[in-house]
């Protein structure tokens, strides 16, 4: 056990001192401000548009989606032409998949714009909802919501990963004087009860309470952008009724049937408790049904009897 508590000592200060170089080299030829900074939001941008194109691509081939032809049901895009003109966007073409509950997805790969539609919508929304729920995914579309979200988390991705390099000779050093006494010592459990393995630990949840508290954030956007394509999708089609109703049925069909619960469901789940609000990135229905007939009853004409 000494031995092996040497080596992991020897390797994790090692490791540590490489880090250390690292950051040291990186802060000399650290440019001026402003040049670092727009070099720093160039990668930014970069990185978080591949990251983009690349995912969504990706989610297009898993969802085995097929394209839903003009000449196969003329009457969809009729609809989809003419609110895509009101909204201002070139039409996106249309795709047909099966998802685990009846939905609809914007997506924006490399070249034209996609909304993939669940096969149930066709038979469990009438012709008001389903032209709501396709004005909400043109409105996603329309402000570019996906690359915008994606840009976002690469920005917090890129600061937190920087944050952690900083620290890393740190976390190196404490990690391997915790270790490597603790095997020393005969008790390689036990390195967390070390003054070092304690101070690790402590960094691991300042690194984690801000992946957490950046985590949060991004939902947060999620949510505002739902709220923003619902009242756009209300003012493109003076309905908001109809979009609250929609939402209704897609909620009551990805309940289960026979009251008891699924072991796992593959998407978005509503929670009730706070950390699961605060994590979804989409509203719950009942807040998005009470904003769309917020709408509505602004939008309803009132008579004053004298």
């Known amino acids: ?21 690292a950051v040291v080299t990186l802060w000399r030829l650290r440019p001026d401000p402003v040049t670092g900074a727009l070099v720093g939001t160039a990668v930014v941008v970069v990185l978080g548009y591949v990251s983009f194109r690349v ?43 099966r998802f685990t509950t ?17 096969v149930a919508l066709f038979r469990l929304l009438d012709v008001d909802e389903f032209e709501a729920l396709l004005a909400h995914e043109l409105a996603h579309l329309e402000r570019k919501d996906g690359l915008s979200q ?23 050093f ?24 304690r101070i690790r630990l402590a960094l691991d949840t300042v690194v984690g309470f801000l992946g957490f508290g950046f985590t949060v954030y ?9 709220f923003a394509a619902d009242a756009r999708a209300a003012a493109v089609t003076g309905n908001p009724m109809a979009l609250a109703s929609a939402l209704r049925k897609l909620e009551r069909a990805a ?3 026979w009251g008891m619960s699924p072991l796992w469901v593959y998407g978005e789940v509503e929670m009730d408790d706070p950390v699961s609000e605060m994590l979804s990135t989409h509203p ?13 009853n602004r939008a309803a004409t009132r008579i004053e009897v004298q």
Not at 8 to 21: E, G, I, T
Not at 111 to 116: E, F, L, Y
């Open 150 to 172: 994606s840009l976002v988390a690469s920005m917090g991705q890129t600061l937190v990963g920087i944050g952690y390099l900083f620290v890393s000779p740190v976390t190196f």
């Open 55 to 97: 995912g969504t691509l990706q989610l297009l081939g898993r969802l085995e989606a097929r394209d839903l032809s003009r000449d196969e049901s003329p009457a969809v895009y009729r609809l989809l032409d003419r609110l895509s003109e009101e909204i201002g966007i070139d039409p996106p073409s249309l795709k047909l998949a």
């Open 174 to 197: 404490a990690t391997g004087i915790a270790l490597g006494t603790a095997w020393i010592r005969g008790q390689p459990r036990e390195w967390h009860r070390t003054v070092p393995g």
């Open 255 to 257: 309940q289960p049937r």
């Open 102 to 118: 009846p939905n609809a997805m914007a997506l924006d790969p490399l070249g034209r714009d996609v909304i993939v539609l669940d």
């Open 218 to 226: 991004i939902r947060t956007q999620s949510r505002k952008r739902e």
């Open 1 to 21: 056990m000494v031995l092996i508590g040497l080596a992991v000592l020897v390797s994790y200060l090692l490791l540590s001192a490489l880090s250390a170089f």
């Open 284 to 296: 719950s229905t009942d807040e998005r049904v009470e904003r769309l007939t917020a709408i509505a």
